[in-house]
């Protein structure tokens, strides 16, 4: 696939086959994911592998559409405002070219925005300084989703004087 091939094709995935991740492949799709623009080159990012026992915990409806892999991905605060809002768009950066790397190999991840709940914080031992971007599902595909239509980018473009 080339990049435009991966992004069209690219689905949030609801339906993952039980086909194990190894920690060596899901070690390249994130460092993949580290190659992401990051002003002032904080890195913020941080990647939780959740296990069993804390994925239990988390108790999501669809424990995660059986993915064989979970993940938190965490962005670090800046030292002011500004700074910890450019590190989460990093951090988002760093989810989008692992969410990439993976599809390009087959691999898809389910979204799961939960993980930055209180409750969901204290499973995961999250402090204070920072943000949950997302819980993860990682796994092949069972089923790939018709794509969501997207508006014409033409009704997004404004072209000032
Ligand atoms: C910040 C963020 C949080 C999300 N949280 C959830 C979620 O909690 N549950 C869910 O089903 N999808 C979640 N998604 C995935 C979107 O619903 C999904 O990307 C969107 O429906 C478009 O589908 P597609 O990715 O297959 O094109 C999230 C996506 C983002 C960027």
Do not use: C
């Given at each position: 696939?080339?990049?435009?091939?991966?992004?069209?094709?690219?689905?949030?995935?609801?339906?993952?086959?039980?086909?194990?991740?190894?920690?060596?492949q899901l070690s390249k799709w994130l460092q993949a994911g580290t190659m992401?623009?990051?002003?002032?080159?904080?890195?913020?990012?941080?990647?939780?592998?959740?296990?069993?026992?804390?994925?239990?915990?988390?108790?999501?409806?669809?424990?995660?559409?059986?993915?064989?892999?979970?993940?938190?991905?965490?962005?670090?605060h800046g030292k002011t405002e500004v700074e910890t809002v450019e590190n989460a768009l990093a951090t988002a950066c760093f989810v989008q070219n692992f969410n990439l790397?993976?599809?390009?190999?087959?691999?898809?991840?389910?979204w799961c925005s939960?993980?930055?709940?209180?409750?969901?914080?204290?499973?995961?031992g999250i402090s204070d300084e920072y943000d949950v971007i997302g819980v993860f599902g990682v796994g092949y595909p069972e089923e790939i989703n018709q794509p969501k239509e997207r508006t014409s980018i033409e009704e997004k473009i404004k072209h000032l004087p």
């Open positions: 696939m080339n990049t435009l091939e991966t992004i069209y094709s690219r689905r949030n995935i609801k339906s993952f086959k039980s086909d194990p991740i190894e920690m060596e992401a623009p990051n002003h002032k080159m904080t890195e913020p990012w941080e990647v939780y592998v959740v296990g069993p026992e804390t994925r239990e915990k988390l108790n999501h409806k669809t424990d995660f559409f059986h993915a064989p892999v979970v993940l938190a991905i965490l962005s670090k790397a993976a599809w390009e190999e087959g691999v898809g991840t389910f939960m993980g930055n709940a209180q409750k969901n914080r204290d499973i995961l």
